[in-house]
């Protein structure tokens, strides 16, 4: 093959060689560059149903179009001879990279680690799973840009053909449980061959790797992997956890998406950059021989080397004992202000506010937090993992949970009361629950297999939930039955929100904004004005509202969502949840445990201290518009 020519493209090399064919370099004579062409073998192009795979990929590879995924040009087929035209990376597997360095930094692991999620996320976004993740499929341009490669054997989530189950498809090292099983892989199997490559990149080598493929497979479907920094005080125990909730053995306790998998890496990232600034630079000195004559000058030395850092101490006590007495005797520091100092204080500093305006609510709970409701004053209910739901009779002063747990591997994700007795609850395996009796018992409603339902919303009657593969389903009876609505997009959906009975948006990956102005029926994709995903939308009136995205972006629009314009937050980190309780009032939750406060209506934000570090999933607003967040390890906040 080498020297010949196929179409336009003059084979020039083989880069490698899989299942399923050749993979050449090729030189495009029309375009004057150089391709990768990857060409079907005679065996499998003898195999009608192998070609059609074959195919399939071209057509799956199409349609993902993102810088982490190696892009396709083209379909080729010429007197018998099948291949792909593919982007040419030059550049080195991950799997060599691991190989000539043995195991990576930790740093640079994660950021890897992060374009990988990001192009896979996308994929996941476009309905379509890899089902091969692994360091030869992965590769890093002379830029450090990761490139996934090799969906061939990938499969659209809603595709029933080609593969189908009982065929075990992946490598087996990096192979999810399910797909051991032989059974359909999901958005989660591909998380759990990432969390695999990750392992690697960390320990130089995977967690189940000896013994026979038995051995193999068993340890994949029952063994619990090693700590990732039992061998290496360079490797942050956050990323134990982050690794051992990616290698769940059941599928609804790993992450529910590469985002939320993203974000505990990002929290890390920053971590170990943050560490890397502070740490003053050790220099080395060369030892020297003390004279006799010296010993005593030394020892004062030493005497003082351990004496100033105790010295510090106490003058820091100092410090704080006497800012606390001052606290309570303003007299103490008091002083003539003078109108022209323009000297700075840290309190008035933008997008820093002292104080901790907000109250943590006591929750009987550890789990993470998706959902809070209030569906009067008194009573609040809020839901989350392992089937938690909880109930505050006392005003959100005090959390418990509602007995029995329905089911302990669910994932609830979003929780709503349209009254105080009639209230759903959604999850993120496809599960809808209704309560007609104020949470004391629950009836499943609806099942969609595969599905991954993110939220509720009601409208006037109507009530909306919003999920992965632009999911929205619709009821007019209260929450009895819901029916599907065309939205126009396969694009996951993080939210929707209503500015009056027929006019909404819905905000999702990708920068997805949709809008519909019959009542939600028909749901059509607005202009884009960003890329990244948009987390969650609300209007405080027909012309005014603001969208939060990923990355600490904030827009604003005053055209009734024509136009957009960015606003500054101040923050790099993710951008939860959104409400007002006027037009002017609203508050934004942050995955640090930060809220943004605006009180001109969106144009400024400032930073609020919750008092606490961690995410906080989702803002409500009770009637009497109080504010309440709800977050991980059960974290409840409010308003003070």
């Not at 091969?132 to 969906?151: A, Q, R, W």
């Amino acid at each position: 093959m080498i020297g010949s020519l196929i179409e336009n493209y003059k084979i020039v090399s083989i880069l490698g060689e899989g299942g399923m064919g050749i993979v050449y370099k090729a030189f495009d004579i029309k375009l004057e560059r150089f391709v990768a062409l990857k060409v079907l073998n005679q065996t499998g192009a003898l195999n009608t149903n192998f070609v059609e795979r074959f195919k399939r990929e071209a057509k799956n590879q199409a349609k993902l179009n993102h810088r982490n995924i190696v892009s396709v040009y083209g379909f080729t087929e010429q007197n018998g001879i099948l291949g792909i035209v593919m982007e040419f990376v030059e550049g080195e597997t991950l799997e060599k990279l691991i190989t000539r360095k043995n195991k990576l930094d930790t740093k640079e692991a994660l950021q890897i680690l992060q374009q990988m999620l990001d192009g896979v996320g996308h994929a996941h976004s476009k309905s379509f799973i890899h089902r091969d993740i692994k360091p030869s499929n992965i590769i890093l341009n002379k830029e450090g840009v990761v490139k996934i490669m090799d969906f061939g054997i990938s499969k659209a989530l809603f595709d029933k053909g080609i593969t189908k189950t009982g065929t075990k498809i992946g490598t087996l090292l990096y192979m999810s449980p399910e797909q051991i099983r032989a059974e359909d892989p999901t958005k989660q199997s591909d998380i759990y061959s990432i969390g695999i490559t990750l392992y690697e990149m960390l320990a130089g080598k995977t967690p189940f790797d000896k013994g026979t493929e038995y051995e193999i497979m068993e340890a994949h479907l029952k063994k619990t992997p090693p700590r990732v920094s039992i061998n290496s005080s360079a490797i942050p125990p956050e990323l134990d956890r982050i690794v051992f909730k990616a290698l769940d053995k059941t599928i609804y306790k790993r992450y529910k998406n590469c985002e939320e998998f993203s974000e505990d890496v990002d929290q890390v990232l920053q971590k170990i950059e943050k560490s890397s600034v502070e740490k003053p630079e050790k220099v080395k000195t060369k030892q020297k021989t003390v004279e006799p004559n010296k010993e005593d000058k030394m020892r004062k030395v030493k005497i003082a080397f351990f004496a100033i850092p105790v010295l510090a101490v106490l003058i820091f006590i100092a410090y704080f004992i006497f800012n606390a007495i001052a606290a309570y005797w303003p007299g103490l520091t008091s002083k003539p202000v003078n109108p022209a100092d323009t000297t700075a204080h840290y309190n008035t500093r933008l997008l820093v506010t002292s104080s901790v305006n907000w109250l943590r609510m006591n929750s009987e709970t550890k789990n993470n937090l998706n959902g809070i409701s209030f569906p009067s004053d008194d009573f609040g209910f809020a839901c989350g993992e392992k089937g938690t739901i909880l109930k505050s009779s006392n005003y959100g002063a005090d959390w418990v949970e509602v007995l029995p747990i329905l089911d302990s591997l669910i994932t609830f994700t979003d929780i709503k009361f349209l009254s105080s007795n009639l209230g759903l609850v959604v999850s993120d395996d496809g599960r809808i629950f209704r309560t007609e009796d104020g949470g004391n018992s629950w009836q499943n409603i609806l099942q969609l297999n595969g599905e991954n339902f993110f939220r509720i919303y009601e409208n006037r009657g109507a009530s909306f939930v919003c999920g992965a593969k632009g999911t929205i389903l619709k009821s007019n009876n209260g929450g009895y039955t819901f029916r599907r609505v065309n939205s126009n997009t396969s694009n996951l959906l993080f939210n929707l929100f209503f500015v009056d009975g027929s006019t909404g948006f819905a905000v999702g990956w990708n920068g997805t904004f949709l809008k519909t102005t019959d009542q939600g029926e028909n749901w059509v994709s607005q202009n884009r004005f960003t890329d990244t995903y948009l987390r969650d939308v609300f209007f405080v009136d027909k012309s005014n509202g603001i969208v939060i995205a990923g990355g600490g972006e904030i827009f604003k629009t005053d055209d009734g969502g024509s136009k957009w314009e960015k606003v500054s937050s101040g923050l790099v980190s993710g951008l939860l949840s959104i409400s007002f309780t006027n037009k002017t009032n609203g508050f934004i939750s942050c995955n640090k445990g930060e809220i943004l406060v605006t009180k001109d209506g969106g144009i400024n934000w400032e930073l609020s201290n919750s008092g606490g570090f961690t995410a906080l999933n989702r803002l409500t607003i009770t009637p009497s518009k109080k504010v309440f967040a709800a977050g991980v390890f059960g974290s409840i906040f409010s308003s003070k």
